[in-house]
């Protein structure tokens, strides 16, 4: 499978990043609800699961018609000035109302779910992501291969095991471990056959159906998995 870097740079909270009731409150009409798009950020990934916080991104790559995105237009014109003064703005010569070189959106919301890790953790966080998240730029995205499945492969590198080998190989800062793409790419990863696959599968799905009881209750989810991670 790929590996990058799910990149949305220059993506500001309150302009280009907004909450459900910012979004409600734009009154967009449905071609300008085209280019609002779900957003996690780093601090939103957990072990095996995402915490989805209702937040979207404004995915503004071309200029919005002033006719036919009429809200849009407004909302980015009364930040104007905040939007120039971005670095990349003036000496590179980039339009004030754009997000900073965004990523090709069907890395971010392909029909097929993705893998999503931190760009650093202490620890091996990777989760599976069915909501087409797009991310900021300190998330890396691990794109499947057809002949395997996310969950199983979710397991795989949640492991002890490959997370020891992790550790062995990574580079660390401090007390974090950074998730570069050409570390990962080094994992040995086994492709099973499907029957197999399919078993961890339902193990995964044990695991994220335990950790959310467990948030819904007010627990750690990490003594309700333990058993399942060994």
Not at 50 to 57: H, M
Not at 171 to 188: F, I, S
Request: proline letters at 7%; a positive charge; hydrophobic letters at 40%.
């Amino acid at each position: 499978g790929d590996v990058y870097k799910r990149q949305t740079r220059g993506s500001r909270d309150g302009i280009f990043v907004l909450s459900e009731d910012e979004v409600a409150a734009l009154k967009l009409l449905p071609g300008e609800r085209a280019l609002v798009k779900p957003w996690i950020k780093n601090s939103q990934l957990d072990r095996w699961v995402l915490r989805d916080l209702g937040q979207y991104v404004l995915y503004v790559v071309e200029e919005p018609d002033p006719v036919s995105m009429p809200n849009i237009n407004r909302h980015l014109a009364r930040f104007r000035d905040i939007l120039e003064s971005r670095y990349e703005i003036g000496p590179m010569n980039r339009p004030w109302w754009r997000l900073i070189r965004p990523r090709r959106p069907e890395q971010f919301a392909s029909k097929t779910p993705k893998i999503l890790v931190p760009f650093k953790a202490a620890e091996s966080r990777f989760a599976v992501d069915y909501g087409h998240h797009f991310c900021s730029a300190d998330v890396y995205c691990i794109n499947p291969s057809d002949a395997v499945l996310p969950e199983y492969l979710c397991c795989l590198l949640n492991s002890s095991l490959l997370g020891f080998y992790f550790r062995r190989i990574a580079k660390k800062m401090g007390r974090l471990y950074e998730y570069y793409a050409h570390t990962l790419v080094r994992l040995p990863i086994k492709v099973a056959p499907m029957s197999e696959q399919e078993r961890f599968k339902g193990l995964h799905d044990e695991i994220v159906a335990r950790i959310n009881e467990a948030r819904r209750a007010k627990l750690p989810h990490s003594q309700a998995v333990r058993d399942l991670e060994r």
